[in-house]
């Protein structure tokens, strides 16, 4: 890459010399200017020159944490082209030339902050009231419900959630919610402060079920939108929307996490909304995916284990042991639908550092789509597909994230937005539910449409989530087996329990022979020879079948 960097810097210098103007100004305003407001001007541009030289060099800016070399193509692909960059080093070189005032453009519109390149102002505003925030302390996260502003349904084709202070605010989930009926806001912060205060999990003693939901899983409801750090204005392609339900009790509610900054600060957000006129072929659902399986330091973890359920999944995942430099967690998730995915984005906080999405196809094939090799807690950015991918029923998605609690770590990357060392090395940290910046979290987020649900084919021809017992080998082709299976067993969860465990280990043996799709995770070679139980989807074909395995339990260690 740095070879063809320099090709790039030798074709400029043979032209003309850039211009502020003409040549530069186009390039900060496009990619830098959401961030650095003050590179809109040509003082402050060329002052800062060395730091931007170096920075748009190495590439450390526009941020872009994706590995395009390990993933999918992204069409919010931020990184800035070989001529830009050539362009930027060639105009630093010749001392800064500002150009003629002519042919500046016009400047971006900071002020406002709507970011529609069509500079079209959002069909619906949403403004959240002001919220103060003490200096110091732990702040638990703030509910903010404001009534949908629309009475009937609308179509969102793009959004965008606007902070209205930077500093303070750490993220945000959104979320549509049908209240019961007859209460509003205020009934429902009555009967959170009530369960506050006698310890109820979560601060609320309510029901507020999802206005939209995954019409193939009622567990997957659909988050509106997500801010975190890097967040900016966000289009869904042409055919595809997301559903905003209007009128009735429907209200927006907002999950806001604010992290102190040592001084009084306060906040006013806004979240825009640009709506289509007609319905898209495609509805958007936006969930965390893979993780109906965890699986922790090698360790598939039970549904039914003790303990509070990490935020996002169904498991009670063990915390991160102090000074631990590389702690794993994998989730995964099979598919008995056609899936269509259109954006990725991983979550998690300061000690987080790579996460990588892979599919898993039906006939075995595995597909690296995302791979994050440095997560960045300030630059947690949503990767728009250039092309949607499709999984055909019967594919699983396994997302793959690892943790460093080291002080190496913490010295490099943690220690200079942690002034209460709360994050330090010394420290475990917990999964829990309403994370703090110094808890972690596992939330590999994706925006996908389930296609062809309800429809005869999908129905008649769509594979079964089963369970199957039987003896754990490998060909000699590599492939893994599950020999003398017993018939497989539809199940209602691709994960498994104890309870489960119990009454699978008096399952008998069978003739069946299945192959199993994706076990590398699961650690497969320490169960071979051993009685196992396996969970996954049943894929059918000529013989036995294979199954794209969810779940690897060992029930004895000898199969007899």
Known sequence: MLTIVVLAFSSAAVGAVPTFTKDIAPILFKHCANCHGSLLTYDAARSSAKAIRKQVLTRAMPPWPADPAHSLKFRNDARLSEPDIAAVVAWIDAGTPKGDDAELQRLPDLAGEWLNPDGRAPDAVVSLPVIHVEPRGEVPYIQQLIKVPVGEDKWIVAMQLRPGNRNLLHHMGITEVALPKGMGPAQINEFAAIARKFGIPDGSATNTPPAVVDPTNADAYDMLGVYTPGSTFEAFADDSGKLLKGGNNYYINFNIHYTTTGKPESDRSQLGLWFRSTPPRHQLIRAPVAVKTIIANGKELLTDAPGTKAEGTGAAIPPIPAYAQNYEVIGISAYTQPVTLYQLQPHAHMRAKDFTYVVVYPDGRELVILTVPTYDFHWQLAYQLEQPLTLPPGSKLIVRAHYDNSQKHYDERVKTDDPGRNCGPENVAYFRRQNQSWDEMFSPLAQYAVSGFGSAASKNGAPNIVRAVGCLKQDHSDKWLLTKAGEPVATSTQATSLAELK????????????????????????????????????????GNGRVNVTSLQTLAAACD
């Open 503 to 542: 009454a699978a280990a008096a399952d008998p043996l069978g003739v069946k022979i299945l192959e199993l799709l994706g076990l590398d995770v699961f650690n497969p070679r320490g169960y071979v020879g051993q009685k196992v139980a396996v969970k996954g989807v049943l894929i059918q074909k000529a």
